[in-house]
């Protein structure tokens, strides 16, 4: 189960959510609609544990599940410095900064030559 009370989710200094209050039940299923940049993603994160309300309480009990929106960085912002997927072992260059993938936080490899 996942209680929140009185959450606030920030962007900077705007404002996503405000005091906002609801309860998900073991086998609930839930859906988030809105505009780009409406929050959606920062409060399933927050849900998930994977990030921190500006303010109020999330409280898990249970575990819970996380599909990010782009599964091969950990979100839809994938450039070097914000994704979040997890380290690449392998030393070949990354195909979006040319740093080792073991350097680059995307850890993509380099596209095939064409011959």
Do not use: H, W
């Not at 309480?57 to 839809?76: A, F, K, M, N, W």
Request: net charge positive.
């Amino acid at each position: 189960m996942i209680t929140a009370s009185g959450i606030e989710l920030r962007a900077g200094a705007r404002l996503l959510i405000e005091s906002a209050s609801f309860r998900i039940a073991k086998g609930d299923r839930i859906g988030l609609v809105g505009r780009n940049g409406a929050g959606k993603t920062t409060l399933t994160k927050c849900l998930a544990g994977e990030g921190t309300p500006a303010g109020g309480t999330i409280t898990r009990s249970g575990e819970v599940g996380y599909l990010p929106q782009d599964p091969r960085t950990g979100d839809l912002d994938s450039s070097p410095a914000t994704a979040s997927c997890p380290p690449a072992t392998s030393t070949r260059s990354c195909a979006r900064c040319a740093r080792t993938r073991s350097a680059c936080r995307t850890g993509r490899a380099p596209p095939a030559k064409r011959r």
